[in-house]
C-alpha cells in the first residue's frame, strides 16, 4: 500500500514512471556464477524461479500479479493500493487481531505493494518457522476477509494522507506531471485514488478486483534461500494452487508520453526542480543496450556523467542530477531530473540541454564507451544480487521481461556487442526530439531554449 | 534510508531520526547462531588503526567502508557542517591521483562509492569485487592524509552543499521544523546544532577550516576498517597491512568530551506554521541515555520500551490511536540508540478524520502513563525481544547492513563484543526495567514538543 508523502519531488516523479528497476537489471560478475537459478514447476504447474542458498536460515519469496492500478474501474480508482493494505487485516477464520498476531509469533515479514503494472506481495521468513509462515501468507493469498473495519481505517488512513499533501506543490507538480505525459490514459490516474473514488469502495469491489487478478495464469514467482527444489514445489501448490486458473484483466493501450510541452508549477520556494522528459526505448527493442549505455554516460547514476560533471562538479549548481530509462509495460521514456537554486534555474536547464543536444549530434567516445561497458557489465550482481531480497526482486523481473532464465550469462555479451555508432544512433533517435519540461520553483526565470 | 539513492555524497542529517532506529532495530548478528558464518575477525594495524572483516561467501561483492570517529557533534563552535562539507572534499583528489579518479576506477569495475555524515562518525563506502579491493584500498589509505585542497574546488563544492540544504531542509516544513525542535531539545549539548550545518555558518566555510579539520582528524589511530563479504580476516589483514598500514599515526587525539546536558527542567514548545501544511503533526522529544553512555540494561530497556509503546503496528500506541480508537492516521515512538553521548527518545502522531492533533497527543500520554503506573505484560516483552533478537538473524542477509552495524557501533565507542552479546543483553531485560525507564525518563514536564501546523488553524 502506498499512502501519499512528501517524498522530494525527483523520486516522485520517478516513481510515476515505476519500474526504473526494470531496467537497471545488469550483469553477473565474472568467473564465479553468483547465482545458480533453477526452474521449479510444481505437480499442478506452477512455475518459479529458486536460488537455493543455505548460508543464512532464511527463505525470501517475492510474486507478481499482472494488472495493477491500472485495472482499476472507472470511479473507483485506488482499488489497487487499497486492496494491498488489507491482506494482513484478516485472511481465512483469523480476523485482523489474530492474524497479525499469528504473523508476529512467527516471526515473518510480509508485504504487498500494487504498482501501475503489478500487485507485488513478498513475504522473509525463518527457515525453521517457514511451515507456518507459509500458511499465513496462503491464507492472505487465497482467502483475505476484506472485513469492514480494516477497510474503514485502511481507506481514512490513506485519505489522510491524500490530504496532508493537498497543498504541497511537489504532490501537485507529480500529478501535473502524469496528466500532462500520458493524457486520458490509466497512467495519468492518482495509484492512490481520490477522496471521492475511495469513498464508492466497497468490500465487493475489493473481493471482484482480487478475484480479477489473483490468477494462476498471470503469476510469477521467484524464491531464495533456504529451501530445496522439491520442499518447494508442494509449497507452490499450497500458496497458489486453489487460485482461479485465468485472470480477467481490461486491456490497456500503448502510450506515447506527449513531449513537446512546458508545464510550470509557481511556486515560491528556495529551489527549483526541473524535470525533463524524451522519448525512451522499449525493453524488447534490439538497440535496448545501446540506448542503456548511452543514458548511463549522459547522466546515469554515478559520479562519472556528462550531466553530474556539467552541472554539479564543474559549477556547483545542484546536488543531484540524474537520467534514466524509465519502461513500464505500457510506456517508456528517458527522463532528466535535478534541483538547483531558484536564481540559477535557466543556467541550469540550458546547461541540460546542450548535453543532450550534444550526446545527440556527437554520440560517445571509444573511452566512454568502454568504460560505461565495464560499469554496466560489473555493477549487476552489486546492485541486484546482493540480498536474497533483492535476488528475488531481480529474478521476478527477468521473467516478466521474458528475458530468460540464461539472461545473466548472455547480457555480458549483449553489452559487449554495442559499438559506438550503434550508440550514436540510439542517441539521435532518442534525443532530438523536443521535450517535455516542468518547472517548479518561483515564477520567472527559465530560458534555456536550445 | 541508509543507501538508496547514488545521486550525490550524502549526508545524513535529516535521515538521522528513523535511520538510527532501524540500525538499532536490525542491531547484531552472530551470536549464538549454531548455523553461523565464519567468525568475525578484528584487530588492530600498527598504526592504531582499529580492522573489523565480517566474511560472507554467498556472493562475489565486497563492502568496504572506512568509518572516521569525528562527526558534527565535534566541530568547532562557529563552523557547522564542516564535518560534511569536508566528507565532500575527500572527493577532490590527492597528490598523486586527481579528482575523479578514484570514482572512475570503482565505476570502471562496475562497483559503488559514497559516504555519508553524521553526529558521531563520517564514513566511506565502497562496494566492489573481491578482485578490486585492493584498489579500493590503496586509494582510501592515499587520501586518509594525502589530500590536495584549492580554494578552486572549495567554492564550487560549497555550493553543491547549499544546494543539498536547500534541497534537504528549505524545501521541507517537516525538516525545519525538526531541525529547531533539536536545537531546542539539546540546550548546551553540539547534538542541537544540524549535521549538514547552519546556512549562514556553512555559507562561510573556507579551506583553512577544512585543512584544520583534516589534520586533527582524519588519521589510521582514529579510523575503523570494516569490510564485509568474499574476503578472510587474514587476506584482509595483509592488504591492510600493505595500504593502510603505511599510513603515519597521526598525534593521540583527546577524549571525546562535548559539552553535557544541564537538568532539564521545562516544558517546551516549538511551533512551525506553513502554508504547504494540511493536516497538522507533532513529536515530542526527551533526552535520554544511549547505549554507550547508558548504566548496563538501561539503553536495552529504552530500545525495547519504544517497540513495545510505540514500535510497530502490533504496538500499544498503533493500536489504540490508529486502530481501536481511530484518531490517528500515524503515531508511534522511536529510540536513536547508537549515539555517544546522551540521545533522542520521540513520539509522534497525526490525527485522521475529524480528531484533533491535541486528541492524539494526550491519547499518546495515556499510553506512557499507563506504562508508568501498570508496567508491562510478560507477553508483550516476550514478542518484542523476539523481534529485536530474530531481526539479527535477518541482519545477515545484507552484507552493507552488517558492515553499517559494525562499523556505527565501533566509531561510537562500542566493541565486537558489545554486537555478539546484544541479543542476551535484550533477554535479561525485566518488565521491571521497562517500567523504571519509562517512569525516569518520559516525564511530559521535562520534554520539547513541535507542532508542524497548517496556516489557518492554531493548535488549539
Given at each position: 500500500m502506498t499512502t501519499p508523502s512528501h517524498s522530494r519531488f525527483l523520486t516522485a516523479a520517478a516513481s510515476l514512471f515505476l519500474a526504473i528497476v526494470l531496467l537497471i537489471l545488469p550483469t553477473l560478475v565474472s568467473a564465479r556464477a553468483a547465482v545458480t537459478i533453477q526452474e521449479v514447476t510444481s505437480p499442478n504447474g506452477i512455475k518459479a524461479w529458486l536460488v537455493e542458498d543455505h548460508a543464512v536460515p532464511i527463505i525470501s519469496i517475492r510474486f507478481a500479479f499482472n494488472g495493477g492500478s491500472t485495472q482499476d474501474p472507472a470511479g473507483k480508482e485506488g482499488v489497487a493500493n487499497l486492496m494491498t493494505g488489507l491482506f494482513d487485516e484478516g485472511a481465512g477464520d483469523l480476523d485482523a487481531n489474530a492474524f497479525q498476531e499469528r504473523l508476529d509469533d512467527a516471526g515473518a515479514e510480509m508485504r504487498f505493494d500494487a504498482s501501475r503494472d503489478y500487485v507485488y506481495g513478498s513475504m522473509r521468513m525463518l527457515a525453521d518457522q517457514k511451515d507456518e509462515a507459509l500458511e499465513l501468507l496462503r491464507?492472505?493469498?487465497?482467502?483475505?476477509?476484506?472485513?469492514?473495519?480494516?477497510?474503514?481505517?485502511?481507506?481514512?488512513?490513506?485519505?489522510?494522507?491524500?490530504?496532508?499533501n493537498a497543498k504541497d506543490p511537489e504532490t501537485a507538480a507529480q500529478f501535473a506531471w502524469a496528466k500532462a505525459l500520458y493524457g486520458e490514459h490509466p497512467y495519468s490516474r492518482r495509484d492512490e485514488g481520490t477522496e471521492q473514488t475511495l469513498a464508492s469502495i466497497t468490500a465487493e469491489d475489493l473481493k471482484s478486483f482480487h478475484k480479477r487478478l489473483f490468477a494462476r495464469e498471470n503469476l510469477t514467482v521467484a524464491v531464495v534461500g533456504a529451501i530445496d527444489a522439491e520442499t518447494l514445489k508442494l509449497e507452490l501448490d499450497k500458496l497458489f494452487g486453489d487460485l482461479p486458473e485465468k485472470p480477467s484483466l481490461q486491456p490497456v493501450d500503448r502510450v506515447q508520453p506527449k513531449l513537446a510541452q512546458e508545464i510550470r508549477i509557481p511556486y515560491d520556494l528556495p529551489q527549483a526542480t526541473l524535470q525533463l522528459a524524451y522519448p525512451g526505448i522499449e525493453r524488447s527493442d534490439p538497440q535496448f543496450f545501446a540506448a542503456f549505455l548511452m543514458n548511463h554516460i549522459l547522466g546515469g547514476g554515478t559520479f562519472t556523467s556528462r550531466l553530474f560533471n556539467e552541472v554539479r562538479e564543474k559549477?556547483?549548481?545542484?546536488?543531484?542530477?540524474?537520467?534514466?530509462?524509465?519502461?513500464?509495460?505500457?510506456?517508456?521514456?528517458?527522463?532528466?531530473?535535478?534541483?538547483?537554486?531558484?536564481?540559477?534555474?535557466?543556467?541550469?536547464?540550458?546547461?541540460?540541454?546542450?548535453?543532450?543536444?550534444?550526446?545527440?549530434?556527437?554520440?560517445?567516445?571509444?573511452?566512454?564507451?568502454?568504460?560505461?561497458?565495464?560499469?554496466?557489465?560489473?555493477?549487476?550482481?552489486?546492485?541486484?544480487?546482493?540480498?536474497?531480497?533483492?535476488?528475488?526482486?531481480?529474478?521476478?523481473?527477468?521473467?516478466?521481461?521474458?528475458?530468460?532464465?540464461?539472461?545473466?550469462?548472455?547480457?555480458?555479451?549483449?553489452?559487449g556487442a554495442v559499438t559506438k555508432e550503434d550508440v550514436q544512433a540510439v542517441a539521435k533517435r532518442l534525443l532530438s526530439a523536443e521535450p517535455a519540461i516542468m518547472i517548479v520553483g518561483p515564477a520567472g526565470d527559465s530560458g534555456g531554449k536550445g | 534510508m541508509t543507501f538508496e539513492g547514488r545521486v550525490g555524497r550524502r549526508s545524513r542529517s535529516s535521515f538521522m531520526g528513523l535511520a538510527a532506529v532501524a540500525l538499532i532495530?536490525?542491531?547484531?548478528?552472530?551470536?549464538?547462531?549454531?548455523?553461523?558464518?565464519?567468525?568475525?575477525?578484528?584487530?588492530?594495524?600498527?598504526?592504531?588503526?582499529?580492522?573489523?572483516?565480517?566474511?560472507?561467501?554467498?556472493?562475489?561483492?565486497?563492502?568496504?567502508?572506512?568509518?572516521?570517529?569525528?562527526?558534527?557533534?565535534?566541530?568547532?563552535?562557529?563552523?557547522?557542517?564542516?564535518?560534511?562539507?569536508?566528507?565532500?572534499?575527500?572527493?577532490?583528489?590527492?597528490?598523486?591521483?586527481?579528482?575523479?579518479?578514484?570514482?572512475?576506477?570503482?565505476?570502471?569495475?562496475?562497483?559503488?562509492?559514497?559516504?555519508?555524515?553524521?553526529?558521531?562518525?563520517?564514513?566511506?563506502?565502497?562496494?566492489?569485487?573481491?578482485?578490486?579491493?585492493?584498489?579500493?584500498?590503496?586509494?582510501?589509505?592515499?587520501?586518509?592524509?594525502?589530500?590536495?585542497?584549492?580554494?578552486?574546488?572549495i567554492g564550487t563544492e560549497r555550493d553543491v552543499i547549499l544546494e543539498e540544504r536547500r534541497s534537504r531542509v528549505e524545501n521541507s516544513p517537516e525538516a525545519l521544523l525538526s531541525e529547531e525542535v533539536d536545537a531546542t531539545l539539546y540546550q548546551n549539548h553540539p547534538y542541537r546544532v544540524p549535521v549538514i550545518g547552519w546556512m549562514h555558518e556553512v555559507e562561510k566555510l573556507n579551506r583553512t577550516d577544512a585543512v584544520a579539520f583534516y589534520d586533527r582528524y582524519y588519521a589510521p589511530n582514529n579510523a575503523v576498517l570494516v569490510v564485509a563479504g568474499d574476503v578472510d580476516p587474514a587476506n584482509v589483514k595483509a592488504l591492510a597491512e600493505k595500504t593502510y598500514g603505511k599510513v603515519e599515526r597521526g598525534p593521540?587525539?583527546?577524549?571525546?568530551?562535548?559539552?553535557?546536558?544541564?537538568?532539564?527542567?521545562?516544558?517546551?514548545?516549538?511551533?512551525?506554521?506553513?502554508?504547504?501544511?494540511?493536516?497538522?503533526?507533532?513529536?515530542?522529544?526527551?533526552?535520554?541515555?544511549?547505549?554507550?553512555?547508558?548504566?548496563?540494561?538501561?539503553?536495552?530497556?529504552?530500545?525495547?520500551?519504544?517497540?513495545?509503546?510505540?514500535?510497530?503496528?502490533?504496538?500499544?500506541?498503533?493500536?489504540?490511536?490508529?486502530?481501536?480508537?481511530?484518531?490517528?492516521?500515524?503515531?508511534?515512538?522511536?529510540?536513536?540508540?547508537?549515539?555517544?553521548?546522551?540521545?533522542?527518545?520521540?513520539?509522534?502522531?497525526?490525527?485522521?478524520?475529524?480528531?484533533?492533533?491535541?486528541?492524539?497527543?494526550?491519547?499518546?500520554?495515556?499510553?506512557?502513563?499507563?506504562?508508568?503506573?501498570?508496567?508491562?505484560?510478560?507477553?508483550?516483552?516476550?514478542?518484542?525481544?523476539?523481534?529485536?533478537?530474530?531481526?539479527?538473524?535477518?541482519?545477515?542477509?545484507?552484507?552493507?547492513?552488517?558492515?553499517?552495524?559494525?562499523?556505527?557501533?565501533?566509531?561510537?565507542?562500542?566493541?565486537?563484543?558489545?554486537?555478539?552479546?546484544?541479543?542476551?543483553?535484550?533477554?535479561?531485560?525485566?518488565?521491571?526495567?521497562?517500567?523504571?525507564?519509562?517512569a525516569k525518563y518520559l516525564n511530559p514536564q521535562h520534554s520539547v514538543a513541535g507542532y508542524l501546523m497548517p496556516e489557518t488553524e492554531s493548535k488549539n
Open positions: 491464507m492472505a493469498i487465497e482467502t483475505p476477509r476484506f472485513d469492514a473495519a480494516p477497510i474503514d481505517r485502511i481507506r481514512s488512513q490513506i485519505v489522510s494522507g491524500i490530504v496532508a559549477r556547483g549548481l545542484a546536488y543531484g542530477i540524474e537520467s534514466s530509462l524509465v519502461n513500464n509495460e505500457h510506456s517508456s521514456g528517458l527522463v532528466i531530473g535535478t534541483a538547483t537554486r531558484s536564481d540559477r534555474a535557466g543556467e541550469a536547464l540550458a546547461i541540460i540541454r546542450a548535453e543532450v543536444k550534444r550526446m545527440a549530434e556527437q554520440g560517445v567516445t571509444d573511452e566512454e564507451l568502454e568504460a560505461a561497458k565495464k560499469y554496466v557489465i560489473g555493477s549487476y550482481a552489486i546492485n541486484n544480487l546482493d540480498t536474497s531480497r533483492g535476488i528475488a526482486s531481480t529474478l521476478v523481473e527477468l521473467q516478466i521481461d521474458k528475458l530468460g532464465i540464461d539472461y545473466m550469462d548472455r547480457r555480458k555479451n549483449e553489452i | 532495530a536490525v542491531l547484531p548478528a552472530q551470536a549464538e547462531a549454531p548455523r553461523e558464518a565464519a567468525a568475525v575477525g578484528n584487530f588492530r594495524l600498527d598504526n592504531g588503526m582499529e580492522v573489523v572483516v565480517i566474511p560472507d561467501h554467498r556472493a562475489p561483492i565486497v563492502t568496504h567502508m572506512v568509518w572516521y570517529r569525528v562527526g558534527s557533534a565535534d566541530e568547532p563552535p562557529g563552523k557547522s557542517g564542516i564535518a560534511h562539507f569536508f566528507e565532500h572534499l575527500m572527493f577532490k583528489g590527492t597528490k598523486t591521483h586527481p579528482a575523479g579518479e578514484f570514482d572512475s576506477k570503482v565505476a570502471e569495475i562496475g562497483g559503488n562509492g559514497n559516504a555519508f555524515t553524521s553526529y558521531d562518525y563520517t564514513a566511506y563506502i565502497q562496494t566492489v569485487t573481491p578482485e578490486a579491493l585492493e584498489m579500493v584500498m590503496g586509494f582510501e589509505s592515499d587520501r586518509m592524509r594525502n589530500l590536495n585542497l584549492t580554494d578552486n574546488v593521540d587525539l583527546p577524549p571525546r568530551v562535548r559539552p553535557q546536558e544541564p537538568e532539564q527542567n521545562t516544558k517546551r514548545t516549538v511551533t512551525l506554521t506553513d502554508p504547504r501544511v494540511s493536516v497538522p503533526s507533532f513529536r515530542k522529544s526527551w533526552v535520554v541515555p544511549s547505549y554507550q553512555d547508558a548504566e548496563t540494561g538501561e539503553a536495552e530497556a529504552l530500545d525495547l520500551l519504544s517497540e513495545i509503546l510505540g514500535g510497530g503496528t502490533r504496538s500499544r500506541i498503533y493500536q489504540e490511536l490508529v486502530v481501536r480508537q481511530g484518531i490517528a492516521s500515524s503515531a508511534g515512538a522511536y529510540f536513536q540508540g547508537d549515539a555517544l553521548d546522551p540521545t533522542t527518545f520521540s513520539i509522534f502522531g497525526a490525527p485522521r478524520g475529524a480528531a484533533s492533533l491535541e486528541t492524539v497527543e494526550k491519547a499518546i500520554d495515556t499510553e506512557i502513563v499507563k506504562i508508568i503506573k501498570d508496567g508491562i505484560s510478560d507477553t508483550e516483552l516476550e514478542k518484542a525481544k523476539n523481534r529485536f533478537v530474530r531481526s539479527m538473524i535477518f541482519a545477515r542477509d545484507s552484507q552493507s547492513g552488517m558492515a553499517n552495524i559494525y562499523g556505527s557501533t565501533l566509531a561510537t565507542g562500542g566493541t565486537v563484543k558489545d554486537i555478539e552479546e546484544w541479543p542476551d543483553r535484550i533477554r535479561r531485560v525485566t518488565a521491571k526495567q521497562i517500567q523504571d525507564a519509562a
